[in-house]
């Protein structure tokens, strides 16, 4: 195809202009009195430009006269290039082009017994590829010179190094030994331990500052033990309260039998849920666990609050496989959908709870269709989890405030949670978290 199959009037001067690179693109007509699956192609609209143009973007990137720059379509040709007689011919290294799928990266080359660094890049969207061919000679060059100067610099550093030793060993080593010998008391566990200040500046502020380290090692270690102690005592007291979840458990089973016998498989059922429900927290300590335990806790949680409703809020539940084996904070879910069944002013819904992943990060979204809340609602609440404030009333451990909270004190700034409601409509509650996989956290 060549640059006179795409023009209406001949080319002034068609030899400077013989390589064109051409878009087309069918034209259908929309007549609204006919249906079709696929319309007929009335025209076809070609765009066409100059390769030279093409060119003159990227030709002055070319490292120095030796190199190359091309650009390579999909089917391995060369469409553009600093080098006009490779238009139009396969490339080079097309095979090795070919052979990686990476983006972007760099192989090494010989043309004509030189010896080349060829950096590729893909444009995706085009199905091209950027090619950059460097001598090798050029990454070498000046480097007996760069050599030079660092060995000239390091000598001369060694001199300067060894005159100024010389000039002040005597005023520096005295407070130093003293600052040795002190270091050396605080190892045997003398903590506490005062130097006396130096006349010299910078020895003087180091020994001021090892008095305050000696000084604050000493407060350290008085609050390390009375922590210990407070720890001890936390401990006793949680040893002395197992029998309460075990005495809560054996209830629980106890009710559940009883429904049983008697036929009330809603009540078994749903003091199952409020078992399973307990069982973790009691059981596990960690303030993480995977996501699959979580959506396993709400679905727990959502099987109770259905016997509450009737049944008339509808559960959905999104999470891929692979996602649910990733680590997620305890309770992060359950305070939203709890939120979406009290403020939610239609009686019947739906409530969608998916995870999906973000640029490494792990949103959890939990929205729903039961009426969503008042603008004046929805701007206070959101004013409270701007401000890190705490609702009137909320108890501790709950809510969507503490939940929002909690992911800021152990993620950071950037991780939180956002509201947005739409009144008459639904509520939709984002939390965004790290992705972490097991093991990348520590677990107390």
């Not at 001949?10 to 051409?22: F, K, M, Q, V, Y």
């Not at 010179?145 to 002040?168: C, D, H, N, P």
């Not at 030994?177 to 200040?197: A, D, F, H, S």
């Not at 680590?327 to 939610?344: C, D, K, T, Y």
Request: proline share 4%; net charge neutral; hydrophobic share 40%.
């Amino acid at each position: 195809m060549t640059t006179q199959d795409f023009m209406r009037t001949p080319l002034a001067n068609a030899d400077s202009n013989r390589h064109l690179i051409s878009a087309l693109r069918g034209i259908t007509s929309m007549d609204s009195r006919e249906v079709s699956a696929i319309l007929p192609v009335n025209a076809v609209l070609a765009f066409n430009v100059k390769e030279r143009y093409l060119h003159s973007l990227y030709g002055s990137l070319r490292s120095g006269p030796n190199g190359k720059m091309s650009i390579v379509d999909g089917e391995g040709i060369v469409i553009s290039g600093t080098d006009e007689a490779d238009i139009g011919r396969p490339y080079r290294f097309g095979d090795k082009l070919a052979a990686d799928v990476r983006q972007f990266d760099s192989f090494q080359s010989v043309r004509d017994g030189t010896k080349e660094q060829v950096l590729y890049y893909r444009l995706d969207d085009l199905g091209w590829t950027l090619t950059n061919e460097v001598p090798s000679a050029q990454y070498s060059r000046g480097a007996v010179a760069i050599q030079r100067f660092t060995a000239a610099v390091f000598v001369l550093s060694v001199v300067l190094i060894a005159a100024l030793s010389s000039l002040w060993m005597h005023r520096i080593m005295g407070p130093l030994q003293e600052l040795i010998r002190g270091m050396r008391n605080i190892g045997r566990g003398q903590l506490g331990q005062q130097l006396t200040q130096a006349s010299n500046k910078e020895i003087g502020l180091l020994i001021e500052q090892f008095n305050r380290m000696s000084v604050g090692i000493a407060d350290l270690m008085k609050r390390n033990e009375e922590a210990e102690q407070e720890k001890r005592r936390l401990e006793i007291e949680a040893l002395q309260s197992q029998i309460n979840p075990h005495f809560l458990f054996n209830t629980l089973n106890t009710v559940k039998w009883l429904a049983a016998l008697g036929g009330a498989t809603n009540i078994m059922e749903c003091v199952t849920s409020l078992g399973n429900m307990l069982r973790p927290i009691y059981n596990k300590p960690s303030p993480f666990w995977s996501i699959g335990e979580e959506i396993a806790f709400v679905r727990n949680y959502a099987n109770i609050m259905n016997f509450r409703y009737g049944e008339e809020v509808e559960f959905v539940f999104d999470v891929p496989e692979p996602l649910q084996r990733c680590l997620s904070l305890r309770f992060i879910i359950q305070p939203s959908i709890e939120n979406a069944l009290v403020h939610g002013r239609s009686g019947k819904g739906v409530i969608r709870v998916s995870v999906c992943e973000d640029g490494g990060d792990l949103v959890f979204v939990v929205a729903d269709t039961r009426g969503g809340m008042s603008p004046a609602k929805t701007a206070e609440l959101d004013r409270r989890i701007r401000l890190d404030g705490a609702a009137d009333g909320e108890k501790s451990g709950i809510g969507l405030l503490n939940v929002h909270k909690r992911l800021r004190l152990h993620f950071g700034g950037r991780y939180g949670l956002t509201v947005e409601s739409e009144e008459g409509v639904g509520t939709r509650v984002g939390m965004r978290m790290p992705k972490l996989a097991e093991g990348e956290v520590q677990k107390p």
